[in-house]
């Protein structure tokens, strides 16, 4: 009996000393073969405190320009009341659709929502003063002696500013501190208005949902950024993937984005143009929804991919941004959004690798497939439709007007990438006293938030390894784990 149990004990240290080598080489994996998980902490205090005097520095500017500059427009409160059902959809679309839509990040899902909220708060507000700015500039009723009085119209744009961010935000998510993030909300609306003031105000283009000063700048300058910010410790990560109930949240985002976005592409239309862009970005969202399940599909191993339905069935939404309330007909919204859908989804599978790989261009979110793209179809579209409409339609520069179109997407390209180009420059060489960040801390919440209890015990490196190898099929996994547990029922019924 003695020796029964002493070999009891034996075998249960053993498999103590096990399951602590196991834990071990866990904890040893969570370093990626990389250095120290814990930061510097004399560098991360810097950039705290950095970051703490810069955001509440732009707040009392804020603040102060807002109480001497700004007052409400009371003038015409009916076309204010219209407009507010408009205004809530934006402002849903803005925090919650992006939000939870870059929430695909199976360890990054605070960071990204926080960044979101960051972003929409601080853009929006800058938003305000810098489009007032350029409005009394650009017209004769209006002075910087006189107050600015705030509509929703302005509060919309400011919106539109946000997005436009959060858009370029979407190329480098996962790859920045909260002083870097500083860098992107301070330019992009600088950028934005700038592009706003020539290609709407001074070229007079026509984009009314901005495909052309929303997507494809905010896009431009993400993917330009991108560029500075993608390196050996961000490739080939273990943290820049999804799971189960990532990818979900990642849905829902989605979700909130095709419903709404009619209101989008409608909100600063012409009432005469809203029923137009309405109608069109819905059915152009049919049409590239179709598109998508169709072309996922057959280039997927006949299967469906989960990022092609969380972001390509998106893309007619954006090919709607510039020409939503011209009148191209249901059958020409239809076909922009199924061809655009195809376009999109094919980015997915072949231009995302490509330019990870041949360009160094680490496009986390896929902002090329998902707005540039689609960004500069819907100029197309747009420069198309006002040649064929010319006869029937007025717009401000006649029968020149497409010239206009193409010129005002190249500004806004341009724009793009000058303005990643700043971003890039100063997130990498001059906030690097302040970039505490090493490869374990890419993609991961675990450096900017108190973690929860069990954030370690859904990682485990091992079963991450097994499941990444090809020739491990679900359908195999399966059977294996019903073999162990019919192999625990056995071990069950002798004790």
Not at 60 to 66: A, E, I, K, Q, S
Not at 116 to 123: A, G, H, Q
Not at 326 to 351: D, E, H, K, N
Request: a negative charge; proline letters at 3%.
């Amino acid at each position: 009996m003695d020796d029964d149990k002493s070999k009891t004990q034996a075998k249960g240290q053993a498999g103590n000393e096990s399951t602590e080598m196991s834990l071990h080489q866990k904890l040893s994996a969570l370093e990626l073969q990389g250095p120290s998980y814990e930061p510097d902490k004399h560098t991360l205090s810097m950039e705290s405190k950095f970051f703490a005097v810069v955001i509440i520095a732009a707040q009392l500017v804020f603040c102060v320009l807002f109480g001497v500059w700004f007052d409400y427009d009371l003038e015409k409160i009916g076309h204010q009341l219209e407009l507010y059902p408009y205004f809530r959809d934006v402002l849903i679309m803005v925090v919650f659709g992006f939000g939870y839509l870059m929430s695909f990040l199976r360890r990054y899902g605070f960071t990204a929502v926080k960044s979101t909220f960051m972003v929409t708060v601080f853009t929006a507000q800058f938003s305000l003063l810098l489009g007032a700015f350029f409005k009394t500039i650009n017209s004769d009723e209006l002075s910087f002696g006189n107050k600015y009085f705030v509509s929703l119209d302005d509060l919309i744009e400011s919106l539109f500013c946000a997005a436009t961010a959060l858009i370029a935000l979407g190329g480098i998510l996962g790859k920045y501190t909260m002083s870097q993030l500083t860098a992107l909300v301070t330019v992009v609306p600088i950028a934005f208005w700038l592009n706003a003031y020539v290609v709407v105000m001074k070229l007079e283009c026509h984009d009314v949902g901005g495909g052309m000063t929303i997507h494809t700048l905010g896009s431009a300058i993400g993917i330009t950024a991108c560029y500075f910010l993608t390196h050996e410790d961000t490739r080939e990560h273990p943290s820049r993937s999804s799971n189960y109930s990532s990818d979900l949240a990642s849905l829902a985002g989605t979700i909130f984005l095709w419903v709404l976005w009619p209101s989008f592409n409608a909100a600063v239309a012409p009432p005469a143009g809203q029923l137009i862009a309405i109608a069109n970005t819905f059915i152009s969202l049919c049409g590239s929804t179709m598109a998508t399940l169709i072309t996922s599909r057959i280039f997927s191993q006949r299967k469906f991919e989960v990022v092609h339905i969380q972001n390509s069935i998106l893309a007619g939404g954006v090919a709607m941004g510039t020409a939503g309330d011209l009148p191209i007909t249901l059958a020409g919204a239809a076909c922009t959004g199924f061809v655009t859908g195809v376009i999109s989804t094919l980015g997915y599978i072949y231009m995302t690798p490509f330019m990870s790989h041949r360009l160094n261009l680490q496009d986390i979110c896929g902002i090329t497939n998902l707005h540039f793209v689609p960004g500069v179809i819907s100029a197309i579209v747009a420069a198309i439709a006002v040649a064929a409409l010319n006869s029937s339609t007025e717009f401000p520069h006649g029968g020149a007007q497409a010239g206009f179109q193409v010129a005002g997407l190249c500004v806004s390209i341009g724009f793009g990438v000058v303005a990643g180009l700043v971003i890039g420059v100063v997130m990498k060489y001059a906030m690097r006293p302040m970039n505490w960040m090493q490869r374990v801390d890419y993609f991961n919440d675990r450096p900017h938030f108190h973690i929860p209890s069990d954030y370690d015990v859904l990682f485990d490196p091992e079963a991450e390894k097994r499941m990444a190898e090809p020739s491990v099929h679900a359908e195999t996994r399966c059977y294996e784990l019903m073999e162990q547990d019919d192999e625990l029922r056995k071990v069950s019924v002798e004790v």
